[in-house]
């Protein structure tokens, strides 16, 4: 069976990232996968500190609700990360658990993670024009190929 994490970045629980975050659900699920699904701004989760203990340790020492997530993402086949455009850019909630995924990267930018993942940015805006920010979240997702996924695709 596939497993499906989403880290839903908005600070509004129930709007629309959380819908968009419904719909690959019933979309993954309908296919057989199990999913586990993270609002971010509902749990402690406190800022990468620079210390680089995980570096050595291959484990973030902070701890807070982050722990569960990293065994969750080490685990999934899947990661989709969802957010509402604010700044231009992903949630600050989002970008302090992306910031937090560095336990997951090693010496030489190399993942410690399996390759093979999938990871899904799905964007919520209220823009008419749909690619005003698609730049940046290429960007994004090609920061994110240390994961272990293949090359991300937009549309």
Request: a neutral charge.
């Amino acid at each position: 069976m596939k497993k499906i994490v989403i880290l839903n970045g908005s600070p509004h629980e129930h709007r629309c990232t959380a819908a968009l975050a419904d719909e690959v659900i019933k979309g993954t699920g309908n296919q057989g996968a199990e999913v586990k699904s993270y609002y971010l701004n509902g749990m402690n989760i406190k800022g990468c500190q620079g210390c680089r203990a995980c570096t050595e340790k291959g484990r973030c020492v902070q701890q807070d609700d982050m722990q569960e997530v990293f065994d969750e993402i080490a685990n999934a086949d899947g990661i989709v990360f969802a957010t509402p455009v604010y700044m231009w850019q992903m949630s600050a909630q989002l970008k302090t658990a992306v910031d937090r995924l560095l336990p997951f990267l090693r010496p030489g930018y190399n993942s410690s993670l399996e390759s093979g993942k999938k990871v899904l940015i799905a964007v919520t805006q209220g823009r008419e024009d749909t690619s005003f920010f698609r730049h940046y979240f290429e960007h994004v997702g090609n920061n994110l190929l240390f994961l272990g996924s293949d090359r991300i695709k937009s549309s």
